[in-house]
């Protein structure tokens, strides 16, 4: 399985010490912490990158219920219809509303 970020931007999600304990950066507690917390998954036991992995594996089954509770707050616009559509698989509601984003725009997305 991959890692979760590439070498050159690891460091803007978490520092990891020689002892191979990871620390979050500010960037990575906000891109972590309310995923993880929706899976059960307490952002403070994570001490290293192999704990990141297994939490990130843990919280993969949980994403789809992540992104719809993102997705249902906010603005209801148009493309936010769209994403929740394409995350509930509801083909038929995600046609709609790209038919009416290319009425709107006036444009063909192929």
Do not use: N, W
Not at 31 to 48: E, H, P, V
Not at 72 to 78: A, C, D, P, T, Y
């Amino acid at each position: 399985m991959d890692e979760p970020h590439s070498e050159c931007d690891e460091a803007a999600y978490f520092l990891e010490a020689a002892d191979g304990r990871i620390a979050f950066t500010a960037l990575g507690h906000a891109y972590y912490a309310l995923y993880f917390a929706f899976a059960g998954i307490d952002l403070r036991t994570i001490k290293t990158k192999a704990d990141l992995l297994r939490a990130e594996c843990a919280a993969f089954p949980s994403l789809d219920g992540y992104l719809l509770q993102r997705l249902r707050s906010g603005s209801q616009s148009l493309e936010r219809r769209a994403l929740r559509a394409i995350v509930q698989g509801d083909d038929a509601a995600f046609e709609r509303a790209l038919r009416q984003l290319e009425t709107r725009r006036g444009l063909r997305v192929l």
